[in-house]
């Protein structure tokens, strides 16, 4: 069966300062995977998808960045984080598009 | 611009009965929509979805139906049970090879025993 793993659970940081979120996804092969962002009071925002490695398509210009170094690895990444950047980040995975999105457990960020 | 809209915040419903949640949408082009169940600190995940093919679909206590002309949908469970607590999300595609799912800002069902 199929598995996604999001770390770190939660995480506090600094204004200013680097992130990375990881992701990866096990029992499939060549996935479809998705970053997202729920602001507080606000539903899913999706912020880069990408449908192979090193292919990243981003949906909002914003100060987030996304890669993609293997076929089931995908990292969410800032070289200096805004206070707008709190929030709920979700990874997900998809076999094909126009389908059942699978979400991991999510990462809260605060930035202070 | 919320493109898909759920809007009640929040309902509560009493065990045994029925729980409707809402969603209205905008875009015409959306056609195949899907609702989410999420619990605090975690994941959605996925519950039933529909096509916009068809006007209903059935999986078990839940019932998505969708009124086209209305650009309505809504998600029926019978009954409730006081495991549904929860946070549903409405999402959307808008079209065949569509990678992008809208989501609405979600209704928080509350089952009260």
């Known amino acids: 069966s199929q598995t996604i793993h999001q770390w770190p659970a939660t995480l506090v940081q600094p204004v200013g300062s680097p992130l990375s979120l990881e992701c990866t996804v096990e029992g499939t092969s060549n996935p479809n995977l998705y970053w997202y962002r729920q602001a507080a009071g606000r539903g899913l925002q999706l912020l880069f998808y990408?449908?192979?490695?090193?292919?990243i398509s981003s949906e909002v210009p914003q100060n987030l960045s996304a890669s993609r170094p293997q076929d089931r690895q995908f990292i969410l990444s800032s070289k200096k984080l805004l206070l707008s950047d709190s929030g709920f980040y979700l990874c997900?995975?998809?076999?094909?598009?126009?389908?059942?999105?699978?979400f991991g457990p999510g990462t809260r960020l605060t930035v202070l | 611009d919320q493109q898909v809209k759920q809007n009640s915040p929040s309902l509560s419903v009493q065990e045994g009965r029925i729980s409707i949640l809402n969603c209205d949408y905008t875009n015409s082009m959306f056609d195949y929509f899907l609702w989410y169940k999420k619990y605090p600190a975690e994941g959605p995940t996925f519950l039933i979805s529909?096509?916009?093919?068809?006007d209903k679909n059935e999986d078990g206590r839940f019932t998505v139906f969708l009124n086209k002309s209305a650009k309505h949908l809504s998600l029926h469970i019978v009954p409730s049970q006081p495991g549904d607590s929860a946070v549903y999300f409405c999402?959307?595609?808008?079209?065949?090879?569509?990678?992008?799912?809208?989501f609405g800002k979600g209704t928080k069902l509350s089952v009260i025993p």
């Open positions: 997900a995975w998809g076999v094909y598009s126009y389908n059942e999105q699978f």
């Open positions: 990408s449908v192979g490695i090193g292919q």
């Open positions: 529909i096509s916009s093919i068809k």
């Open positions: 999402a959307a595609y808008s079209g065949a090879g569509s990678y992008q799912l809208t």
